[in-house]
């Protein structure tokens, strides 16, 4: 599809085996090591993106799937989340966070803010409590055929 749509050069793909899964820890804090080991992954598959390139991250939360957007060079994050409009997970925005030090730090990024600008977008609600991985597929099926854009509505 890629091939096809000529604007595989716009897209980095990061296999969610490799960043693990977030899953709950015992209160509200995750060990600094998992956060740490997945940042440091995650920041690795950043490096060498283009000004132009997103990265695409599905991601699973503690038994669902959400789809994070990753635009390292304009310091942007956004969320979809099939079950809209649950608040996101507090764990995965602190590993996404790190990431973007860890980044930041490789490229030598001196004028990079503390915090990159994180937005939840609204997009299609799962009907159930078992389709979060079809409709995050869905999701990266949106972007991939529009270049880039997240119009929503056209779902």
């Given at each position: 599809m890629l091939k096809k749509q000529k604007n595989s050069h716009r897209f980095r793909f990061v296999d969610p085996y490799k960043i693990g899964y977030v899953r709950p820890m015992e209160g509200k804090t995750m060990k600094g090591n998992q956060i740490n080991q997945r940042a440091q992954v995650l920041a690795k598959r950043l490096v060498g993106t283009s000004d132009d390139q997103i990265c695409i991250v599905p991601c699973n939360v503690g038994d669902h799937w959400i789809l994070t957007i990753i635009n390292p060079h304009k310091e942007e994050v956004c969320l979809l989340d099939p079950l809209f409009p649950r608040i996101h997970d507090e764990r995965w925005q602190t590993v996404v966070d790190m990431t973007l030090k860890l980044f930041f730090a490789e490229t030598k990024n001196t004028k990079a803010r503390k915090k990159p600008v994180w937005k939840v977008m609204?997009?299609?609600?799962?009907?159930?409590?078992?389709?979060?991985?079809?409709?995050v597929l869905r999701y990266m099926?949106?972007?991939?055929?529009?270049?880039g854009s997240l119009d929503m509505a056209s779902m």
């Open positions: 609204k997009a299609p609600k799962q009907p159930d409590g078992m389709q979060c991985g079809f409709f099926r949106q972007l991939i055929q529009f270049d």
